[in-house]
């Protein structure tokens, strides 16, 4: 069975430019998680879908920031304009039901210059 | 927000030696994990706790969630070379939404041959 695979695995960016980090769940997987490591930091909480459904998006930065995940499969988010500090590394997980184990993926690391 | 306080940072030991490293909040907490990070790979769950008091086993990984709910520890015994990575606890409770991760900062362990 195909793990959480994300894409890309790394990217590098100017600020003010747009960058979409993608993640396919595990299949069959409802529950989809964003989240974020800055350098040297803890791993942040981003937002939480349930299928489409965005369940908590409490920890999205900013509202340049926008997470989708039609038809409940794929997850993209989307950086517009991306700035110096949103370089790290974002990690898409996913769950079988709400609250149960969370397979994370290998992560994307963006480096905005 | 709740916060997660790790210890140590990072640890540098000899092949064999025993290592402990710890996480404390000042929150109460109903899930305590443990997940190690491989370079270029996401955490991966090595332990899982959900009951104060309790202590599991997973091979040389031997991990306590606190009775008062709010700290745990996980020590691994007999290092070997590919204990080496970055070891995090994490936590779910009622003010993350019993369902995201509050993460700690990491132990990076480095175990030398």
């Known amino acids: 069975e195909a793990g959480v695979t994300q894409f890309p695995s790394h990217s590098v960016i100017e600020k003010g430019q747009t960058v979409t980090l993608r993640c396919d769940p595990i299949?069959?997987?409802?529950?989809l998680y964003w989240y974020r490591r800055v350098m040297g930091k803890e791993i942040k909480f981003l937002l939480h879908?349930?299928?489409?459904?965005?369940?908590?998006e409490s920890g999205m930065p900013n509202n340049r920031f926008l997470a989708e995940r039609t038809g409940g499969t794929y997850s993209t988010l989307k950086v517009q304009p991306a700035e110096l500090e949103d370089s790290g590394v974002y990690f898409c997980?996913?769950?079988?039901?709400?609250?149960?184990?969370?397979?994370f993926g290998p992560g994307t690391r963006l480096t905005v210059l | 927000g709740q916060q997660l306080n790790q210890s140590p940072q990072s640890m540098f030991i000899q092949e064999g030696e025993d290592v402990s490293m710890n996480c404390t909040s000042s929150?109460?907490?109903?899930?305590w994990l443990w997940y190690k990070q491989d370079p270029g790979e996401g955490p991966v769950l090595l332990i899982a706790?959900?009951?104060?008091?309790e202590l599991t086993s997973n091979g040389r990984l031997t991990a306590q969630f606190g009775i008062t709910r709010k700290d745990s520890f996980l020590n691994i015994s007999a290092s070997i070379p590919s204990d080496v990575g970055i070891y995090f606890c994490?936590?779910?409770?009622?003010?993350?939404?019993?369902?995201?991760?509050?993460f700690g900062k990491g132990t990076m362990l480095l175990v030398s041959p």
């Open positions: 997980a996913s769950s079988a039901v709400t609250g149960g184990e969370q397979f």
């Open positions: 929150s109460i907490f109903n899930t």
């Open positions: 994490a936590a779910q409770g009622k003010n993350s939404g019993y369902s995201t991760l509050t």
């Open positions: 879908f349930v299928k489409e459904s965005k369940q908590d």
């Open positions: 299949s069959g997987h409802d529950n």
């Open positions: 706790l959900y009951k104060a008091g």
